[in-house]
């Protein structure tokens, strides 16, 4: 066996000393090859200070550190996700586990154990910690059917080929939970083993406290609701630049956000003035999924303008923004065979380049506007397009930007509205749509910390992600939309942002696979 440790640590000095003689008594003799990692949860006493200095003349410890106490669970996923083994050892960092038990439990470990978990013998915890342990283990038993014998003891070993399909959310105790319920889910074969419980004899637990249960019953909540919602298992990305076209310096930022970043597709803007450009640069990309992004405000048209009068004002353009071109539709002033004939033309413009496009989607959402929508699906169904944008954004908090937060939440509101009234019609015609959108509250307005925050907090399934990279902010002046084009393109590619999804387990797809896998 060749095994990983991990040990979550908070405020732990005291029992630092005989962590690594412990281990080291556990592996002899039965472990071929291991590691030790761990983690500080922003400890408040010598902890941290101690790991480093047990890392610094011990190759096989490491030590990594959170800036600040973020909980049980998160601690725990950061060691799994540091570990390299074939197998890996959840163990609390005060040894509830003596040595000699370990290694019994450890040489029971066979061809068939994915998931070897201990469960107590006895009680040395007191009563109320026994009702409490009680009361939680039915609980988890009644709500999800897992039937395990004791769901939090901290001693739990999963083989890494299980381990890698496990997308962990919990930062709190639920954690054990969590971990044991998705590797049921993926039918993993678990053993149970009986372990002697053995008190801490220094440091504190606050296993029990008021605050620590909360923040399980929080987190439980949580995880039925994404359960039900179907998005448990690992997190799908598909990160697409808007309107690939609309200037050269907007295709510049894509084109770097593509190949040095995050980006998988990019949606062309056929009235945009660089479409040529983009195309351009799109024919030299072929691994660059592409959609289509259809324009109703704040460019010029694709047909003649003569030809879509209740569409463009007196200068042959598209109203300034999706509000005015609101206020218009409801008025009944514009007409619908102007929309599809301008729609249409804007395709036949994509399609006359010789370009394949995956999916559709629209400048500032209009796409699903009640009335429009229907238009855009036929559309996709007369040109053989499988996929459409569901910009439902059911996460996410505004992060700046031109708008005032009140007005943008009444804005998303009415958004979800319409993403709402439409999904049965996109779900009627086959069309694939993404479980899940980030972008509209924060949109042009992508930094690194929202970025990482964004992907930490995925749910599973598909998710678009909605950016506006450009080379340089200097184009306010030509589309005063409040964007930072320059601050999302440092995001898209920046260190710290990839390795949140690599620590996240975020894998990054496109409306091009989706579909194919929506097919099979």
Known sequence: MNLSFVYPIYNEQDNLPRLLPETRRIAQGLISDYEVILVDDGSTDRSGELIDEIASRCPEVRAIHHGRNRGLGAAITTGLSHASKEFVLYMDSDFPVSAEEARDALSQVDADTDLLIGYRLGRAEGLRREIMSWVYNRLIRWRYGLRVRDVNFAFKLIRRSILDQIRLRSEGSFIDAELLLEAARLGARIKEIGIHYHPRTAGASTAASARVVWRILGEMQRYSRRLRAGRIGPARLIVNA????????????????????????????????????????????????????????????????????????????????????????????????????????????????????????????????????????????????????????????????????????????????????????????????????????????????????????????????????????????????????????????????????AENFVTLTTYRECIDNHRR
């Open 242 to 501: 808007d309107d690939f076209g609309l200037c050269s310096e907007v295709n510049r930022g894509i084109v770097e956000a593509y190949e040095r970043g995050l980006v998988t597709s990019a949606s062309l803007l056929p009235t945009g003035a660089a479409f040529d450009e983009a195309v351009a640069l799109a024919r030299s990309r072929p691994g660059l999924d592409l959609g289509l992004h259809l324009a109703l405000t704040q460019t010029t048209p694709a047909s003649p303008p003569a030809s879509i009068p209740s569409l463009v004002d007196r200068s042959g353009r598209f109203p300034p923004d999706w509000r005015a071109f609101v206020a218009r539709y409801f008025s009944g002033r514009v007409r619908r065979e102007h929309v599809v004939r301008e729609l249409r033309a804007q395709i036949a413009r994509v399609q006359r380049a010789g370009l394949a496009i995956s999916h559709l989607d629209s400048h500032q959402h209009v796409h699903m506007l009640p009335g429009l929508l229907p238009i855009v699906v036929g559309l996709a169904a007369e040109h053989g397009i499988g996929a459409m944008r569901y910009p439902r954004q059911t996460a996410g908090a505004q992060q700046g930007g031109s708008t005032s937060r009140l007005r943008r939440r009444a804005e998303l509101a009415a958004l979800d509205a319409a993403c709402r009234l439409g999904a049965p019609l996109l779900k009627r015609n086959g069309l694939f749509i993404a479980d899940g959108f980030r972008g509209f509250s924060e949109a042009g307005q992508w930094n690194e910390q929202s970025l990482a925050a964004a992907l930490a907090d995925l749910d599973g399934g598909v998710t678009e992600l909605c950016c506006h990279p450009g080379v340089t902010d200097g184009i306010e002046d030509r589309f005063p939309w409040g964007y930072r084009w320059a601050q999302e393109l440092a995001a898209l590619t920046s260190h710290s942002v990839a390795a949140a999804a």
